[in-house]
């Protein structure tokens, strides 16, 4: 992290003093959450402060008050949020002394219909509806020329390039689906999409092949599919959890049992005012619970872990204690499930999702991300220093990182394998011919875009362009940590970003471009490279420019789309596991 920004988002001393319980800022100590309640809704600096302050609080150390041991994040605070079971339906798991959670391996991201994101070579995201593998005479399509075609075989030549054939082995030319325009390297950009297409995935000859509704051929760059699993240098897999606090469960159950009426009828939202969370806490109150820190309001935490045990620097990590999956790894391109193991992870990313209230009288909702400063290299960007100076930052991979080779030249955030089932499976086996046939194995990640801003459109009309935007992350993280107490676990981690919509409004566009840069803003093409490692771009160069994998939170976080004139933070489409909850009782 640079350390001369021009300092345009900092926190005053007396203020970050009273972030801590106790007054004064100390080793590991005990910080509250924001006021949510009484955020100050002043672009940009309110934002990121108050993302910066939901971090330290979550990975505080638990006091006595919350149930001790671990930190706040593990509390009777937090609930975890189960994987879907068989009919897509997620629970919420308390927490009580000695709980230890079950995590899975990482996967790819769903969107509104709980269906895994991808994105093709366009950029444009694709929500992916799996079929299982099929056979000779299964698949057919319509080829170019309007016949209808038997698909029999899938390879990919060495340049790439997808290739179907026929039965008797003739190529066959499928329709495909048709682009927007061609950037100035020739390649194709889609027209942006207010949510992520829906696509169908069949596997043929062990590759993954999409098509939509309309039987196009969708290509995606070499190295997509869904279902996608992630392995460290050090050889961990990575693994995913996802918590809510509180509010959100007592909010939740309430509104689907109908004792918390929505406050716009057929729009219900998070609760972003005072009134909303006394209707919440008088509901919990009538179940015999009380919040702590009621004042966060609705909290979303979705987090991503690496076993503790293969770091050569554990003790630089929060760590907890969870039960993961274990795999027969004597193969290099199918590892079955053999069971569980209980073990320490180390924190490798954070999402922090909130909802706030916004002045005058919009609600906001805030997503935010955070990563260990060892992940992975950044590529090029630029800011300013404190004299005023655009200084330029080059790309590099020298060094020890997490997620990355040192001195790597790529392809980066390239795909090697895939969750199938309880297994994990290489994403292209022989007979397939992709260079090389890739087997189950640690990938080369970079961070494209390095602060949640594309290096060719601004992320938000206030800093006006880039390097501004890039200058008021990296001077927030530089003021905080230079008012941390010196060994404190929680300064070696940094926020990449945050992100939210123009005056609360909903959504505009999924994928902004530069000409349609739609209406988020704050960092707004703001990826986690441990938990959408895939939809920030892939190749060797130019992924930190806007027309290429144009995603942000918004690509799929979306009101609009499915609800026309929605409050931002309308639930039945921005979280795409309220709908799925079961209620708590």
């Not at 390039?161 to 194709?188: F, H, M, N, W, Y």
């Not at 062990?206 to 992630?230: C, H, M, R, T, Y």
């Amino acid at each position: 992290m640079p350390s001369d920004p021009s300092p345009t988002c900092t926190v005053a001393p007396a203020t970050f003093a009273t972030w801590f319980q106790s007054g004064s800022p100390s080793l590991n100590g005990v910080v509250n959450p924001a006021n949510s309640v009484a955020f100050p809704d002043s672009p940009n600096c309110s934002f990121y402060q108050w993302a910066k302050q939901m971090f330290l609080w979550l990975t505080s150390p638990a006091p006595s008050i919350y149930g001790g041991g671990g930190i706040i994040l593990d509390s009777p605070t937090f609930y975890d949020v189960s994987p879907p079971d068989a009919s897509g339906q997620r629970t919420l798991l308390p927490h009580f002394p000695g709980f230890i959670r079950s995590i899975n391996v990482r996967s790819a991201q769903v969107g509104p219909l709980g269906l895994p994101i991808i994105v093709d070579k366009s950029g444009r995201m694709l929500q992916v509806q799996r079929v299982q593998s099929v056979v000779s005479s299964q698949l057919r399509l319509t080829d170019n020329l309007g016949n209808i075609v038997e698909v029999a075989h899938a390879e990919r030549l060495k340049d790439g390039t997808l290739v179907l054939r026929d039965p008797k082995g003739t190529v066959i030319e499928p329709r495909r689906a048709p682009v927007e325009r061609q950037d100035s390297l020739g390649r194709e950009i889609a027209a942006p999409s207010a949510a992520p297409l829906l696509v169908q995935s069949f596997i043929i000859d062990k590759l993954p092949i999409f098509f939509d509704s309309f039987g196009n051929l969708i290509e995606v760059e070499q190295g997509q599919a869904d279902g996608a699993v992630l392995e460290s240098q050090g050889a961990s897999l990575i693994y995913y959890a996802i918590l809510v606090n509180d509010v959100y469960a007592y909010f939740l159950t309430g509104t689907k049992d109908g004792q918390i009426p929505p406050s716009i009828p057929q729009h219900p939202q998070f609760p972003t005012t005072m009134g909303e969370l006394n209707k919440i806490t008088s509901f919990a109150s009538m179940h015999g619970t009380s919040f702590l820190d009621s004042q966060a309001l609705a909290v979303e935490v979705k987090s991503s872990w690496v076993d503790a045990a293969t770091l050569a620097n554990p003790s630089d990590y929060i760590t907890i204690e969870a039960t993961v999956p274990t795999y027969n790894t004597s193969s290099t391109t199918l590892w079955t499930s053999t069971g569980t193991k209980t073990t320490k992870l180390a924190l490798v990313g954070m999402h922090v999702v909130g909802s706030t209230a916004g002045s005058p009288g919009h609600p906001e909702m805030i997503w935010s991300t955070f990563e260990h400063f060892g992940n992975t290299p950044n590529a090029a960007y630029q800011y300013v220093n404190k004299n005023g100076v655009l200084t330029p930052v080059p790309q590099s991979t020298t060094g020890n990182w997490l997620f990355s080779a040192s001195s790597s030249s790529g392809p980066f955030n390239a795909m090697h394998m895939f969750q199938s089932g309880s297994n994990i499976q290489a994403l292209a086996q022989p007979p397939a011919t992709t260079p090389p046939p890739f087997t189950i194995s640690p990938s080369d990640t970079i961070r494209w875009k390095a602060f949640g801003a594309a290096s060719d459109i601004s992320p938000n009309p206030i800093d006006g362009n880039t390097a501004n935007s890039n200058t008021e992350i990296i001077s927030i993280n530089d003021n905080i940590s230079g008012m941390m107490a010196a060994g404190d676990v929680r300064n070696n981690y940094f926020m990449t970003g945050a992100t939210w919509t123009i005056g609360g409004a909903p959504p505009t566009a999924g994928q902004p471009s530069p000409g349609n840069p739609g209406n988020q803003v704050g960092t707004s093409q703001l990826a986690n490279t441990t938990m959408e490692t895939y939809e920030d771009g892939n190749g060797t160069t130019s992924s930190n420019a806007g027309n290429n994998f144009n995603s942000n939170c918004f690509s799929c976080h979306v009101s609009n789309a499915q609800n026309p004139g929605a409050s931002p933070i309308d639930i039945t489409a921005l979280s795409h596991i309220y709908g799925f909850i079961k209620p708590l009782f």
